[in-house]
């Protein structure tokens, strides 16, 4: 046997046997996401307390899961568990009687398709954020088409929603050579590493999102910098979250840095966007901070602050976005709490001149850490 030819064995027999495991967890998710979209359903219909609870009874899930320490169970997502399994109901004939303590509660059959591909082949191909997408088409037939171009194409979730979005099934019964339109897709196809990294999948196996995923080598050092820099202010700073992520309708957003301040009572969202500021940076924060006072506050918290880090070669600004708070007292506290613009604008200015890619070096990235590490 050539030597050449073992290390092409070797690297098959890897590569096959990680896709494996990682459909095999893949389907485990989606079968644990689907009974309890099953569990919901059935509550809903059976539930002898269901009145206590009635519309509140997602929301009350969710408080109550998320204190035992269970990963994955917010609001939107016990959300998508309920419409996946009316979605997909034909899910219940791949499952043995071992995984249902309870009998299946019947879902509408008008919302699933005859022309669906067999849910056995979808469960091998599909992780639960494909799922996720597919949910959101409606109508049963359109949902048959984009599961049926998916497989065949292998897409990638990104691919099948850029696809849905483009409304690629209308284009498709538009079109007089649809053969020659769906040849001209552009697979963006599905990979170990993607899979990997897929947040649905990092939670259900209890392993930890990485900043690296998300951030290039500039950010990183950025981030870094401004990290121990509000630290070292003394002031209340209390680091909680870097890359929180954020998931509503199987779409995920990070928020760069997360801190809570002890002596304002509220979070501190920072975001940081390497060029000049847009408004649509002001749309994001405000989104990320109406997130937090419906999820994350906590009794006697106050609103959360907003810090948008806008960066550029020729210009820096630095915006403040503080939805919500009326109390003045508070606001006028807050200004005097947190680092002023002007001190923030300098501070940017000065790691982009020592970080930005014309003058970036491997050197001077060390002398950075460095410098931090001294303060």
């Known amino acids: 046997m050539k030597f050449d030819k073992l290390i092409l064995q070797i690297e098959k027999i890897n590569s096959d046997l990680q896709l494996r495991a990682i459909q095999s967890v893949n389907q485990a998710l989606t079968i644990r996401n689907w009974l309890i979209g099953h569990h919901i359903y059935e509550y809903e219909q059976e539930g002898q307390d269901r009145a206590k609870y009635g519309e509140n009874l997602i929301r009350v899930l969710t408080k109550e899961l998320t204190s035992k320490g269970i990963k994955g169970m917010s609001f939107s997502n016990l959300k998508t568990f309920r419409q996946f399994y009316l979605a997909y109901p034909q899910i219940g004939q791949t499952l043995s009687g071992q995984l249902l303590v309870t009998r299946i509660v019947q879902a509408p059959s008008e919302q699933s398709s005859k022309y669906s591909p067999d849910?056995?082949?979808?469960?091998?191909?599909?992780?639960?954020?494909h799922f996720a997408e597919l949910i959101k088409v409606a109508k049963p037939l359109p949902r048959a088409f984009y599961e049926i171009q998916a497989i065949k194409g292998?897409?990638?979730?990104?691919?099948?929603?850029?696809?849905?979005?483009?409304?690629?099934?209308?284009?498709?019964?538009?079109?007089?050579?649809?053969?020659?339109?769906?040849?001209?897709?552009?697979?963006?196809?599905?990979?170990?590493?993607?899979?990997?990294?897929?947040?649905?999948?990092?939670?259900?196996?209890?392993?930890?999102?990485?900043?690296?995923?998300?951030?290039?080598?500039?950010?990183?050092?950025?981030?870094?910098?401004?990290q121990d820099f509000l630290l070292e202010l003394g002031k209340g700073f209390c680091f909680e979250s870097?890359?929180?992520?954020?998931?509503?309708?199987?779409?995920?957003?990070?928020?760069?840095?997360?801190?809570?301040?002890r002596i304002l009572k509220c979070h501190i969202l920072i975001d940081l966007k390497n060029r000049s500021f847009s408004h649509a940076d002001a749309g994001q924060m405000n989104f990320y901070l109406n997130y937090f006072k419906d999820n994350e506050m906590s009794k006697g918290d106050n609103p959360p602050i907003g810090i948008i880090l806008c960066t550029s070669k020729d210009s820096v600004k630095v915006k403040y976005a503080t939805g919500g708070m009326d109390n003045k007292l508070f606001v006028s506290r807050y200004m005097v709490e947190l680092p002023s613009e002007k001190q923030l604008e300098n501070f940017i200015r000065e790691d982009i001149e020592h970080l930005s890619p014309s003058a970036t070096t491997t050197t001077t990235k060390k002398k950075v850490i460095k410098r931090k590490t001294k303060k």
């Open 242 to 261: 870097r890359q929180k992520r954020i998931t509503l309708d199987n779409e995920h957003d990070r928020i760069d840095l997360v801190f809570y301040h």
């Open 154 to 226: 292998r897409w990638s979730v990104r691919e099948l929603s850029r696809q849905i979005g483009s409304l690629l099934y209308e284009r498709t019964g538009l079109s007089k050579n649809k053969k020659s339109l769906l040849a001209k897709i552009k697979h963006d196809i599905v990979t170990v590493e993607d899979s990997i990294r897929d947040p649905y999948l990092l939670e259900f196996t209890g392993l930890k999102e990485r900043p690296e995923y998300n951030e290039n080598d500039l950010e990183t050092a950025i981030l870094n910098h401004i």
């Open 119 to 129: 849910i056995h082949k979808m469960l091998k191909h599909f992780s639960f954020s």
